[in-house]
């Protein structure tokens, strides 16, 4: 447990509706990433954060913004959601250290159904 | 891009058998990871293949490293039940993690 959780655990929302998750971390991690996984994808990055009001784009960014004002927390956000947004979400910190040991935790995950 | 491919995609194997999970990935990267997820659950952190030739064991799973062939195995000794679970590898590459489709593994009795 890297002492990381995420909000809300479930949500069920309409198309067009604006959607923000939270992740929080207890550690002082740097690096806290967003995921989405879906069926035959894996798992797809979706944006990523090296500090403080530092974010960069994933994979799978399209439809989605970031912020980090604060060390702990990393929101994602759907503007306008649509139903391919449909996807179970989660949340990575990254153990970074001299010795190059790149490890990710992962939150527990949010579910996120769009009708 | 980096691309990460997996094989098997679905694997069902009768309890006390061995078997091989294949992770292949397209670029140069020394640094390979293995997850597991249960159903419903998160990732859950198996192994951390950080050079070449690396080789790390936990009880009946055994991972390896070859970075020459892109390679990485997760091989499976003497399969039970528990081990049923999907099988995740991820590629460490330029402050990203780019993963496989991941090896949904189910263990017969």
């Known amino acids: 447990d890297a002492g990381i959780t995420q909000s809300p655990r479930h949500k069920v929302t309409e198309t067009g509706t604006p959607v923000t998750l939270r992740c929080h971390q207890t550690e002082n991690h740097r690096y806290m990433y967003w995921y989405r996984q879906d069926p035959g994808h894996g798992l797809r990055l979706i944006h990523y954060?090296?500090?403080?009001?530092?974010?960069d784009k994933g994979e799978v960014s399209d439809g989605y913004s970031v912020s980090r004002s604060k060390t702990e927390d990393f929101l994602l956000t759907l503007e306008s959601a649509t139903s391919s947004q449909t996807s179970v979400y989660f949340c990575a910190i990254r153990l970074a250290s001299g010795a190059s040991y790149n490890e990710q935790f992962f939150g527990p995950g949010t579910r996120l159904t769009v009708l | 891009e980096l691309k990460v491919e997996q094989n098997p995609l679905f694997l069902s194997m009768q309890e006390g058998k061995n078997y091989t999970i294949y992770c292949n990935y397209s670029t140069t990267s020394d640094r390979l990871y293995w997850y597991r997820q249960d159903p419903g659950k998160s990732l859950e952190s198996l192994f951390v293949l950080l050079s070449n030739g690396a080789v790390k064991q936990e009880g009946r799973l055994m991972a390896s490293l070859d970075t020459k062939a892109r390679l990485s195995t997760l091989h499976i000794t003497a399969a039970v039940h528990d081990l049923s679970a999907t099988y995740f590898c991820a590629v460490d590459m330029a402050d990203q993690f780019y993963f496989g489709t991941g090896t949904s593994l189910t263990v017969i009795p």
């Open positions: 954060s090296y500090g403080v009001k530092d974010t």
